[in-house]
């Protein structure tokens, strides 16, 4: 009931607004209130905004802060909190973002959340865009209405693709193609590198992830480490693990358990988020499940190997050209997409993922690090000619 009163209340502004002063046509608000996999991805179209507005504002989580405040295109972040759901605390977090920003020209919503919508349409100088995915339920639906310009994700294209067809940015043709953007990203101050040592092939690798849905066994990791390390005896190989700080033990006790007699270095916490991209640079590759931390490794421009399992590739992933993914053949995958996020199987066995053997992602690795794209790393580390 409050979301429709909120609706009307919503129609009747925009029916009768009348702005009291003009909006800022030199500034853009987008507001994100997914996790940080989606935040690291919409740094490409923050990139592609900040080509046409002097000021491109955000409005997202706190964990997404330092995530956006790494992007050299983000003018100022605001907080959003998930908990304040009642129109009287959306309404305070929308006159905190006007105080300080002014009325923007476009307010662009990259998730259809009520709070986000309403923020946004509070906003009544402003041309407001959203992205919907085809998944949205009745609300969602009903306060797109609202919206001057809405793009449906149907799930055809990547997500970024979607976010490049509002109208807010496809006057300028050649802003519609993501390919030649990689996000900006500031100097990162007091970080100590990687000790990376020449001849040396750095592996970055992550095995945890907020949603253990998407998790692959740790075995599985293991051995995808031995068959490289056997079947690349003269190759010396240097294993990094990434994580969070809570994830800090249970990359410890992997260590312990499968890679004793390995060169690894536990990670897990010791960079804060804004660093994590600088540090993988010096990396020869990275592996992981769909996270995060993928995309970060493709912004630092490193080859990615990412490991999709029940998430939709199509929609969502990492999108440099040194990206190799590997999908689930399964016909109930993908299950987890960008409009319809489950913690649970359905069918209680994971099995896109226990299809997932070592052997596959060894096979797709050396795939990715036989691409054109990298071949004075190929150069280095002796590994030409390998055919499957």
Not at 84 to 90: D, G, R, Y
Not at 336 to 353: K, N, V
Request: aromatic share 10%.
């Amino acid at each position: 009931m409050r979301q429709y009163l909120c609706f009307l209340f919503l129609l009747v502004n925009r029916l009768l607004r009348r702005p009291k002063k003009q909006a800022d046509t030199n500034a853009v608000l987008v507001i994100q209130t997914a996790k940080m996999g989606d935040a690291v991805l919409s740094l490409y179209f923050i990139e592609t905004l900040r080509q046409r507005y002097e000021k491109v504002y955000v409005l997202s989580s706190a964990p997404n802060r330092e995530i956006y405040e790494m992007s050299s295109a983000v003018t100022e972040f605001f907080e959003y909190k998930p908990n304040e759901k009642s129109p009287a605390e959306m309404t305070r977090t929308w006159e905190k973002v006007k105080d300080a920003a002014g009325e923007p020209s476009d307010v662009v919503v990259l998730q259809p959340s009520f709070p986000a919508m309403f923020i946004a349409l509070r906003f009544t100088s402003a041309r407001s865009h959203l992205l919907m995915f085809y998944e949205a339920g009745f609300s969602s639906r009903l306060f797109s209405l609202l919206f001057d310009d809405v793009a449906v994700d149907y799930g055809k294209k990547k997500t970024v693709e979607y976010y490049l067809d509002f109208t807010c940015i496809s006057e300028k043709g050649e802003m519609k193609n993501y390919d030649s953007v990689r996000p900006g990203i500031k100097p990162v101050s007091g970080l100590v590198p990687l000790e990376t040592e020449p001849g040396v092939f750095s592996l970055g690798l992550s095995i945890k992830t907020a949603n253990p849905m998407k998790e692959l066994p740790a075995e599985s990791f293991a051995a995808f480490i031995r068959l490289l390390t056997n079947s690349y005896p003269d190759i010396s190989f240097a294993v990094y693990l990434f994580g969070s700080e809570a994830e800090y033990a249970e990359n410890e006790a992997f260590i312990q358990i499968y890679l004793q007699d390995m060169t690894v270095k536990n990670l897990c916490g010791k960079a804060a988020l804004s660093q994590i991209p600088a540090l993988m640079a010096n990396l020869d590759a990275f592996v992981s499940v769909d996270t995060a931390l993928s995309y970060m490794a493709d912004i630092a421009g490193i080859p990615v190997l990412n490991i999709a399992g029940p998430c939709d590739a199509r929609r969502q992933a990492p999108l440099g050209k040194h990206v190799v993914i590997i999908a689930s053949s399964l016909s109930c995958a993908p299950c987890f997409t960008t409009g319809r996020s489950t913690y649970q199987c359905r069918r209680g066995d994971r099995a896109c993922l226990r299809e997932i053997t070592p052997e596959t992602i060894f096979r797709k690795f050396i795939q990715l690090i036989e691409t054109d794209r990298i071949m004075k790393e190929i150069e280095v580390i002796g590994i030409e000619g390998v055919k499957f």
